[in-house]
């Protein structure tokens, strides 16, 4: 039997979005400190770490400053940068703690699902009493 290593944070185990997530989580960083840090807004950071976006040199080279990694090592995996994660150890009582923490997530989104579904239901209705007149939706 071979063994086969893996390379993490390497172009076939991650993506861009992946490295600067766990760069920015082992530097004890929130979205919104690095966000403040590079003098972006938030929703452009989160858009980074889904791999919806790609920053501008300049930004670049500012978050591989901040976390402390080579622009390289953002960009490809390749050079100064996080070494593999830990293994993870889990306890039997863990299971049960994750499990219970996944149930009060879904109770949590349901009962958000149903409060945008009724906030949706009350714009309509505000719309269609407004029906004649000019609403602005923003």
């Given at each position: 039997?071979?063994?086969?290593?893996t390379d993490w944070y390497g172009p076939d185990a991650a993506t861009f979005g992946d490295?600067?997530?766990?760069?920015?989580?082992?530097?004890?960083?929130?979205?919104?400190?690095?966000?403040?840090?590079?003098?972006?807004?938030?929703?452009?950071?989160?858009?980074?770490?889904?791999?919806?976006?790609?920053?501008?040199?300049?930004?670049?080279?500012?978050?591989?400053?901040?976390?402390?990694?080579?622009?390289?090592?953002?960009?490809?995996?390749?050079?100064?940068g996080m070494s593999e994660p830990a293994p993870l150890e889990l306890e039997a009582g863990?299971?049960?703690?994750?499990?219970?923490?996944?149930?009060?997530?879904?109770?949590e989104m349901r009962q958000n699902a149903e409060r945008a579904a009724r906030l949706e239901?009350?714009?309509?209705?505000?719309?269609?009493?407004?029906?004649?007149?000019?609403?602005?939706?923003?």
């Open positions: 039997m071979t063994e086969q290593t490295r600067v997530a766990a760069a920015r989580e082992a530097a004890g960083m929130t979205q919104g400190q690095l966000a403040r840090r590079l003098g972006i807004k938030k929703s452009t950071l989160s858009a980074w770490e889904r791999d919806l976006a790609e920053p501008r040199a300049n930004k670049l080279t500012m978050l591989a400053g901040v976390l402390n990694v080579s622009m390289s090592w953002l960009l490809t995996g390749e050079g100064e863990d299971f049960t703690s994750v499990l219970n923490e996944l149930r009060d997530l879904r109770s239901k009350k714009l309509r209705t505000l719309l269609q009493v407004n029906d004649g007149q000019t609403t602005e939706v923003a």
